[in-house]
């Protein structure tokens, strides 16, 4: 398959998604790389390991799970820059794909076949990225794998989201989805150095919606606040792709019309906010970002196929009997799912028990001893159940 797609369907028409995903973890020019910086703006940046293996994992998403038969999935174009490049296999076809590198000239170029592609009124735009990020006043640069490559002005090495998403004002298609997982922390350093005048580049350049356009629906999601940092855990999904993720396979969806579970870009954006200060889901990261959608408009985005899965936090009350107890959960009787206490020399375990569970009715039980069981029922549903197991 030619250029940057990886995953290219020719029989769903004009009606279609077409999704751009980067993911940038390997820096030519930071500590570490091949070629690093002694520009002042670089310091403290690392190389990263989360966003290709996140990158990937929301690209798989994309082909094998993502659902809207107003708008299936028509293409999915990748670049990614990871310390051992690999390829790409397609989740449906298997086939594997070589995957360009992510530096601003791929980007830039990739961008706008993108954006050519979904140039049409029924069409829907999908822009995922994961990397380094730096927000000079009030906009974010996402950076590219060779920033810094231009000593004079290395923001040529960035692409300018908010102008990005401005242009794309030129675009026919009448919804537009951006998912931005990148630090938006300011950079005193190369504000200093380069000024807040060029902030990247702008493939697309554009303001207005052009007078005959359908009207675009848009949502933006970023990982985090506006002059805050975005965290990860090293070698693993970013905590925010995770979030997404998990959200898009139930507790983001309702089910208003009917018996179908849909996300919504309103209910996406609550249930990644829930899972982000969750500390059974977060652990220590739990509440460290806080994601922002600054402008949404409120449009279905995916349909399950099959029923919600939805988290469930199980705790006893007060909870230092969570190191004490032995946890079940029960279907039909059955037992689905187990956790033992920690055994002799463990850590004690202070934590609720945190499930993913399908839709539906469940028994849990908290087991201290033979006198102390506790037990209680639950509707696991969207968009989470949370249940606390006190003392008879």
Not at 152 to 162: K, Q
Not at 169 to 193: P, T
Request: net charge negative; glycine share 8%; with cysteine.
């Amino acid at each position: 398959m030619a250029g940057f797609l990886v995953h290219l369907d020719a029989n769903t028409g004009l009606s279609s998604t077409h999704a751009l995903v980067i993911g940038v973890g390997a820096y030519a020019h930071l500590h570490d790389g091949p070629a690093p910086t002694s520009h002042p703006g670089a310091v403290g940046m690392r190389q990263l390991s989360s966003p290709p293996l996140s990158a990937r994992t929301f690209a798989s998403w994309m082909i094998n799970e993502y659902h809207d038969e107003a708008r299936p999935l028509g293409s999915l174009a990748l670049l990614l820059s990871e310390a051992a490049p690999a390829p790409f296999v397609n989740p449906r076809t298997q086939e594997q794909h070589a995957v360009a590198g992510a530096t601003i000239d791929s980007i830039e170029a990739a961008v706008r076949e993108w954006k050519a592609r979904g140039d049409h009124d029924e069409a829907r735009l999908v822009f995922y990225f994961c990397g380094h990020g730096v927000s000079l006043g009030l906009d974010t640069s996402l950076m590219a794998s060779d920033m810094f490559a231009d000593q004079n002005s290395p923001l040529n090495g960035a692409l300018h989201f908010e102008a990005l998403a401005r242009g794309l004002n030129s675009c026919r298609a009448a919804q537009q989805v951006f998912f931005v997982d990148a630090c938006r922390a300011g950079s005193d350093a190369l504000v200093k150095q380069v000024g807040t005048d060029t902030l990247g580049r702008v493939p697309i350049a554009g303001n207005q919606r052009p007078e005959g356009f359908v009207r675009r629906e848009h949502a933006v999601y970023f990982a985090t606040l506006h002059g805050e940092e975005s965290f990860a855990r090293a070698g693993s999904v970013s905590l925010f792709t995770d979030a997404l993720l998990r959200s898009f396979d139930g507790s983001g969806s309702e089910n208003t019309e009917g018996r179908v579970w849909r996300v919504s870009t309103i209910t996406l954006m609550h249930a990644i906010s829930r899972f982000m200060k969750e500390p059974p889901f977060a652990g220590v990261l739990a509440g460290s970002s806080v994601p922002a959608s600054p402008e949404s408009f409120d449009f279905d985005f995916h349909e399950l196929r099959k029923d919600p899965v939805v988290p469930v936090y199980i705790g006893c009350r007060p909870k230092e009997d969570n190191a004490l107890a032995e946890f079940v959960c029960r279907r039909s009787g059955h037992p689905v799912r187990r956790r033992k206490p920690p055994g002799p020399g463990d850590e004690p375990d202070l934590g609720e028990w945190a499930l993913f569970l399908p839709l539906g009715r469940y028994r849990v039980e908290a087991v201290l001893g033979p006198t102390d069981v506790r037990k209680d029922e639950l509707d696991a549903r969207p968009p989470l159940f949370r249940i606390g197991l006190a003392r008879p």
